[in-house]
């Protein structure tokens, strides 16, 4: 990928009634994208650098575009591959209105996605298992109470039902020593707390 500043190539593509609203596109993607707001702006960087470098003077998308920049995204599971095309389709069909002969990609040709896996739980004895192998392990330079970090955050991801984002955002500070109880304070939905004693 290139390396620059801005969406220069983005916002010309993007221009509207003379003005260039390169961000107002993006705005107007919230609806029927598989994609949480907040991380639509990395896919769309993507595409526009993509332009910038292969296509610089490219004034109309059309097919060879879109499935070369598709080529760059093999490295993406096929749900992820699916939700920056379907993104990148939707900006396609926002961008058409304005500009006849936009090359709109058939939902059909974009790969399936991977049905989501069924959590496992894991059993008593399987923990028990993996604790005692978590204690075997050996102090590292970096980390000399290797083994018993290890197995603490295997015991709060048991016991407590942490999430990894969870467990690995605890600070000392969310400990309370006097009392045992543990502050899970960035978590998906609100702040708990959960007893360690």
């Avoid at 991380?39 to 004034?59: I, N």
């Avoid at 039902?161 to 045992?180: A, F, S, T």
């Amino acid at each position: 990928m290139c390396s620059r500043i801005g969406c220069a190539h983005f916002a010309v593509l993007v221009s509207i009634k003379g003005r260039k609203f390169a961000w107002l596109a993006t705005i107007l993607l919230t609806l029927h994208s598989p994609v949480p707001f907040a991380g639509r702006y990395p896919f769309l960087s993507h595409w526009d650098d993509f332009l910038h470098c292969h296509y610089p003077k490219a004034r109309k998308v059309h097919a060879e575009i879109f499935f070369g920049w598709t080529r760059e995204l093999s490295h993406l599971s096929p749900t992820m591959r699916r939700a920056w095309q379907r993104l990148i389709r939707n900006w396609l069909l926002f961008h058409a209105r304005d500009h006849t002969g936009t090359f709109i990609p058939d939902l059909l040709t974009f790969p399936k996605p991977i049905p989501a896996q069924l959590p496992r739980l894991v059993s008593e004895a399987e923990m028990a298992r993996i604790l005692q192998a978590a204690w075997q392990l050996s102090p590292s330079r970096t980390n000399p109470l290797r083994a018993e970090t290890i197995a603490v955050g295997l015991l709060l991801l048991f016991c407590c039902g942490l999430r990894r984002g969870e467990l690995l955002r605890l600070k000392l500070g969310d400990l309370d020593r006097n009392q045992g109880l543990l502050s899970i304070v960035e978590t998906k939905f609100h702040t708990w707390v959960t007893s360690v004693s």
